[in-house]
């Protein structure tokens, strides 16, 4: 299988980040990058490192004014006198439509939607090289590769069009979606992360032209919370184009390949002749989110039943967190793949 991964990625480096209240370490090391590589290798992947797409395909996703702010953010908040070495944002607006502040503090806390992304320096060169991951890999599956994989991180799904959260920051899945749908073809975004992709749906939720499914954990009581919910179909010209299904705490393999089934049947429905894969391996039962229970073995059905579809395919990595099943998880899953 043909890999796309940049060295640059590991310049991510967050140490910090706030949880009921309290600040913990980070768990979206760049250690994740070696572990996954190294996997991926083990799966009989071959990487080459992305090409540069410039900005465009970002700005076709994220504003420019949040691509503005993940650029400078940094360098801005350290010339505030006592300021933490990580941008964290303690207020938030109560609109989208309010007011843009002048103040780094302020902007912070527009576009960051949580305490969950930090950023630090070398936050905008991983998130850009991420990104660049992604679009290699569509660009792989646009000259003819059946699938290719995208070790992209830091991951992507929870980024809105002007919004981080939950470890992202651009959202590359919804970028690559992007570049094939620019190329004429037809993408739908398959997301089985454990936690929801509120980002990628909030990008595409008013639009026809991209499919997008979840599979994840009940947000009743889980992040994102506030989104993931089965009864977001999509809003006007996008209803009924965005299906969400939450599944309980704990959900083992014979339920999620279950829900996999719906998911599988509506992307038939809905004639997707390419397939974006938001590979959250965080489902796992050892993961250290402990939200749903599948098992190493697991993820190769997961993967077999998608790609018996026989549509191209693209696999950008999103969650999945440090916990001596990952690497073995992920070869599961890309094994599991190319075993049809």
């Keep these: 299988m043909q890999a796309f991964f940049d060295t640059r990625q590991w310049a991510h480096d967050p140490k910090m980040f706030m949880a009921n209240g309290a600040m913990s370490p980070n768990p979206e090391q760049?250690?994740?990058?070696?572990?996954?590589?190294?996997?991926?290798?083990a799966a009989g992947c071959r990487f080459d490192g992305p090409t540069d797409h410039g900005t465009g395909p970002l700005a076709a996703i994220h504003s420019p004014e949040y691509l503005h702010f993940l650029r400078t953010i940094h360098a801005r908040w350290s010339r505030i006198d006592g300021a933490s070495d990580e941008v964290i944002p303690n207020i938030h607006p109560d609109r989208r439509t309010a007011s843009y502040p002048?103040?780094?503090?302020?902007?912070?806390?527009?576009?960051?939607?949580?305490?969950?992304?930090p950023i630090a320096s070398g936050t905008w060169e991983a998130a850009y090289w991420s990104a660049q991951t992604a679009l290699s890999g569509a660009d792989a599956v646009l000259?003819?590769?059946?699938v290719a994989y995208a070790l992209s991180r830091p991951p992507g799904h929870h980024a809105f069009g002007d919004l981080a959260g939950g470890f992202c920051f651009l959202n590359n899945a919804a970028i690559a979606a992007e570049a094939f749908l620019r190329a004429g073809?037809?993408?739908?975004?398959?997301?089985?992360?454990?936690?929801?992709?509120?980002?990628?749906q909030g990008i595409f939720y008013h639009r026809r032209d991209v499919l997008t499914v979840s599979l994840h954990a009940d947000?009743?009581?889980?992040?994102?919370?506030?989104?993931?919910?089965?009864?977001?179909?999509?809003a006007d010209a996008g209803l009924g184009y965005n299906l969400n299904l939450p599944l309980p705490r704990g959900t083992d393999?014979?339920?999620?390949?279950?829900a996999l089934d719906i998911a599988l049947q509506r992307i038939a429905d809905f004639g997707a002749d390419v397939i974006v894969v938001a590979l959250g391996l965080d489902a796992h039962k050892n993961d250290p989110f402990q939200g749903l229970a599948v098992t190493t073995p697991g993820f190769a059905r997961i993967a077999a039943a998608i790609a018996a579809m026989g549509l191209p395919s693209l696999i950008v990595q999103?969650?999945?967190?440090?916990?001596?099943?990952?690497?073995a998880n992920l070869t599961s899953f890309l094994t599991g793949w190319q075993s049809l």
Excluded at 30 to 41: C, G, K, M, Q, S
Excluded at 143 to 146: C, I, L, N, S
């Design 143 to 146: 000259a003819g590769a059946p």
């Design 219 to 234: 947000p009743a009581r889980f992040y994102p919370f506030f989104w993931g919910h089965a009864d977001e179909r999509g």
């Design 318 to 327: 999103e969650g999945g967190y440090l916990q001596p099943d990952l690497g």
């Design 30 to 41: 760049p250690a994740r990058i070696e572990v996954l590589h190294t996997a991926a290798l």
């Design 253 to 258: 393999d014979a339920a999620f390949r279950a």
């Design 185 to 200: 073809k037809r993408p739908a975004i398959l997301d089985v992360d454990v936690h929801h992709g509120n980002g990628t």
């Design 102 to 117: 002048l103040s780094a503090v302020g902007q912070a806390g527009y576009h960051q939607a949580d305490t969950a992304c």
